[in-house]
C-alpha cells in the first residue's frame, strides 16, 4: 500500500530581524554554501541519479523534452553564489516539474544549528498559528495565540510581505507556516510581527515564537469525531492515517452514536490528510458497504534497483521498469460484513491537500460508488506513486516515489474531480468559519444547492 513522507522540521536557525523589535539569538542562517553555483550540469547529474530508482523515465516533463527543458533552465541560475535557500529555490525551477508529475518529489530544506549542524528543536520557535493558501492570500486557519483569529488575513510577517514567502513555497492548501517562513532564506525568529486584516482593518501584532514541539502538538490527534444534531449527521476527521487501529476504534464509536440517534450521514473530512498508512483500510470502508469485496489496483510497477528488490526482482534486472509480482499487488480488498451499518451515506470531503494513500482512499470512494467526493479536486496525478524513499541534492533532503500505480479510477487526465464542487473562496474565510463545510452542510439539507465557480 502508499506511504508519505511527512516533512518533518528537525532544527530552525534564528536570525536578528531589522526592526528593534526582535533579538539577536546565538543562531544564524547557514552560509557555508556561498562557495557554491548551481548549473545545468548539476541539475543534469540530479536527474541521471534519480532515474536509476524513479518508475517514470525523465525524458519530458510538462510536456517538454528534459535535455532542452535543463538547458533553458539552466541558463536562468545565478552565475554568483548563492546559500541553501537559494540554491532549492533556484534548483527548483526543474524540481517544480517533477513535483508537477509526482506529487510526492518535493526538496526539503534541512534546518541547521550554525556551525556544528546539530539539532536543537526544543529551542524552534515558529508563529503561532496554521495557514490556509487560496491563490495569493494566506489565511489563520488555526489561531494559537489570542492576538490573532481564524480568518485573519495576513498581509506580512517580520514586515515580509506575505508573497514573498509564498513565492518561495511550495502551493499547499494547507500550510505549515514555520516552514514557510523558513523557505524564505532560511529565516526563523524569536517573536513575530505579524500584519493583518480583520473584519476589513488593517490590523498588527507583535507575538512571542511558538516551540516547534508545541506546534505539532496544537496540530490536534491524527482524528476526531462528533455529531451535529442540527443537521442530524456525523462528522469525522482523519489528519493522517497513522494509527489505523485507534482512529478505527474513534471511527467505531461516532457511528455508533449515530445508529443511536437514527442518524444516516455521515462526512469523512481528508482535507487536510497528506496520506500515511494503509494499514486496515478495508476495515473503513466496511462500515458503509455491502460489497464482498472493493476494486483497488489494477496493475503497480518499479523501476528495479536496491530500492525494490525486495519485491522479488533480482540484479539482473536492475534498471528495468516491470510490474511488481501479481500476489504483492492488491488488486482488490475483502470487506468484513459484519460491521456494514445499512443506510450509511457518506460524503468524503477533499482538497489538493489530499494525498497518497488518502487520496486512494478518496478515489476507492467514487469508484466503488460507496461515498460521494465534495470540495476541490485532487492534485494531478495524486493516485499515480507511491513508496516514499529519499535522496540528497547539495546537502538537502529530498523525497521520490519508487512505485508507480494504476488505480481503478473515473479520473480523467489523472485528476480526481469531486462529485460536489465547492470552491475554496478567500473572502468566505475571512468571516472565520468554514465554508466548503459549512455549503456541504446546506447541501445535505436541500440537494438542489449547487456551488459551481
Same mark, same amino acid.
Given at each position: ?22 533579538? =539577536? ?52 541560475? /545565478? ?23 509526482? @506529487? ?10 550554525? @556551525? ?10 515558529? @508563529? ?8 495569493? #492570500? ?48 532560511? =529565516? ?24 516547534? /514541539? ?6 490536534? /490527534? ?9 443537521? #442530524? ?37 481528508? =482535507? ?69 451499518? /445499512? ?12 494525498? #497518497? ?22 492534485? @494531478? ?19 521520490? #516515489? ?24 478567500? =473572502? ?26
Amino acid at each position: 500500500m502508499k506511504i508519505f513522507l511527512f516533512e518533518v522540521v528537525i532544527c530552525f536557525l534564528f536570525l536578528s530581524c531589522s526592526s528593534n523589535v526582535f533579538v =539577536r539569538e546565538q543562531y544564524i542562517s547557514y552560509e557555508e554554501k556561498q562557495d557554491t553555483v548551481l548549473t545545468g550540469e548539476r541539475i543534469d547529474l540530479f536527474i541521471n541519479r534519480i532515474k536509476k530508482y524513479h518508475p517514470y523515465s525523465f525524458d519530458s516533463l510538462g510536456g517538454r523534452g528534459i535535455d532542452e527543458l535543463i538547458e533553458k533552465i539552466g541558463k536562468s541560475f /545565478p552565475t554568483q553564489k548563492m546559500n541553501d535557500a537559494e540554491l532549492v529555490f533556484q534548483a527548483r525551477k526543474l524540481m517544480d516539474f517533477i513535483n508537477h508529475e509526482d @506529487p510526492h518529489f518535493r526538496i526539503i530544506p534541512v534546518f541547521r544549528k550554525f @556551525p556544528e549542524l546539530k539539532y536543537k528543536t526544543a529551542s524552534i520557535t515558529v @508563529p503561532p498559528f496554521r495557514g490556509l493558501c487560496i491563490n495569493d #492570500s494566506l489565511l489563520v486557519y488555526s489561531p494559537y495565540d489570542e492576538g490573532l483569529k481564524r480568518g485573519d488575513l495576513i498581509k506580512s510577517i517580520n514586515d515580509i510581505p506575505v508573497k514573498e514567502y509564498l513565492h518561495y513555497y511550495y502551493r499547499d492548501r494547507y500550510v505549515d507556516v514555520g516552514n514557510l517562513v523558513w523557505y524564505f532564506n532560511y =529565516r526563523v525568529y524569536p517573536r513575530y510581527k505579524i500584519d493583518f486584516i480583520r473584519n476589513d482593518e488593517e490590523n498588527s501584532v507583535i507575538i512571542e515564537g511558538m516551540p516547534y /514541539p508545541n506546534y505539532l502538538v496544537k496540530g490536534g /490527534p491524527f482524528c476526531e469525531g462528533k455529531i451535529i444534531p442540527g443537521y #442530524s449527521l456525523g462528522y469525522f476527521k482523519i489528519r493522517e492515517f497513522e494509527n489505523n487501529r485507534y482512529i478505527l476504534k474513534k471511527f467505531r464509536k461516532l457511528v455508533d452514536e449515530m445508529t443511536e440517534k437514527g442518524y444516516s450521514d455521515l462526512i469523512i473530512d481528508l =482535507r487536510e490528510n497528506t496520506g500515511g498508512s494503509g494499514n486496515d483500510l478495508n476495515l473503513f470502508f466496511s462500515f458503509f458497504s455491502d460489497k464482498d469485496s472493493l476494486h483497488y489496483l489494477k496493475n503497480a510497477k518499479a523501476r528495479v534497483s536496491k530500492i525494490t528488490k525486495d519485491y522479488g526482482f533480482d540484479e539482473s534486472q536492475y534498471g528495468q521498469v516491470l510490474s511488481l509480482p501479481s500476489e504483492k499487488v492488491f488488486h482488490s480488498f475483502a470487506l468484513d460484513s459484519s460491521l456494514f451499518v /445499512p443506510n450509511l451515506k457518506v460524503y468524503v470531503l477533499i482538497s489538493r491537500t489530499t494525498g #497518497s494513500i488518502a487520496a486512494s482512499f478518496a478515489n476507492i470512494c467514487q469508484y466503488n460508488g460507496i461515498g460521494t467526493l465534495v470540495g476541490e479536486q485532487l492534485a @494531478p496525478n495524486a493516485l499515480k506513486y507511491g513508496e516514499v524513499a529519499s535522496g540528497e541534492f547539495l546537502d538537502n533532503p529530498f523525497a521520490f #516515489s519508487t512505485i508507480q500505480y494504476d488505480e481503478y479510477t473515473k479520473a480523467k487526465d489523472g485528476i480526481v474531480r469531486p462529485d460536489i464542487p465547492i470552491p475554496y473562496i478567500a =473572502r468566505e474565510y475571512m468571516k472565520g468559519g468554514d465554508p466548503v463545510l459549512e455549503k456541504l452542510l446546506e447541501y445535505l439539507k436541500d440537494e438542489k444547492l449547487v456551488f459551481f465557480q
